[in-house]
Each structure stands twice: as structure tokens, then as C-alpha cells.
């Protein structure tokens, strides 16, 4: 599996970025594909994710309401909608995927990683 993300940038407080992440390999349609951030001297954290087996995308609370993540299956893409954009979602962006299907937050429990995108929120 290789994963390829895209799209980060310098935006304004306030203002919004697309994240896409292209996947290749086997039985993508299976994996858990979601999306971390690790800012400079923290710890990579989840930020969202979606699987067919979790029932749906689920957000990390601090992104609830202002991102949202959205795949094409037929494609093997996944794409980070992050609208108002703080100064705390400055990060490094990483695509993920996970071959387990049901809901997964950690870090651990993702297999494969894109190279990371970095998008910076300015004021």
C-alpha cells in the first residue's frame, strides 16, 4: 500500500484547505482510511477517519463541525475538507490507512502512512 497526500498550504485564521490522499495497493475497499496531525513537539494525533465497517467518518473533538472527510472508493482517494482553520491545526498532515475495518484512533493501529502534507494557519 502507498499513500499520497496532497493539498496543504499556508491559509488565514479562519479560512479553508482541501486535503486529498491517493491510495494504491490491494483491497483498499476494506482498509480504514484516515487522516493525523503532529505539530512541532507534540505527538502525532488523530484527527478523522472512515471505514465501511465503523459506520460512518468519526472526528477527534477538536475538529467536530469544522472538518470533514469524504472517500471515493471507485478511486481509492480520501479527502480533508478543513474549513475555519485555527492557529492550533497548524501541523504536518498525514494520510493513513489501517487494514482493520472497524473504528480506529491510534496511532498504533494504522499500517501504512503517506509522506505528510503541511499546512500552516496564519494570522
Known amino acids: 500500500v502507498q499513500l499520497q497526500a496532497s493539498g496543504g498550504g499556508l491559509v488565514q485564521l479562519g479560512g479553508s484547505l482541501r486535503l486529498s490522499c491517493a491510495a494504491s495497493?490491494?483491497?483498499?475497499?476494506?482498509?480504514?482510511m484516515g487522516w493525523f496531525r503532529q505539530a512541532p513537539g507534540k505527538e502525532r494525533e488523530f484527527v478523522a477517519a472512515t471505514s465501511r465497517g465503523a459506520g460512518g467518518p468519526y472526528f477527534a473533538d477538536s475538529v467536530k463541525g469544522r472538518f470533514t472527510i469524504s472517500r471515493d472508493y471507485a478511486k481509492n482517494t480520501v479527502s480533508l475538507q478543513m474549513n475555519n482553520l485555527q492557529r492550533e491545526d497548524t501541523a504536518i498532515y498525514y494520510c493513513?490507512?489501517?487494514?482493520?475495518?472497524?473504528?480506529?484512533?491510534?496511532?498504533?493501529?494504522?499500517?501504512?502512512w503517506g509522506q505528510g502534507t503541511q499546512v500552516t494557519v496564519s494570522s
Open positions: 495497493g490491494r483491497w483498499m475497499t476494506s482498509y480504514t
Open positions: 493513513a490507512a489501517s487494514i482493520y475495518s472497524s473504528r480506529r484512533t491510534a496511532v498504533s493501529q494504522y499500517n501504512h
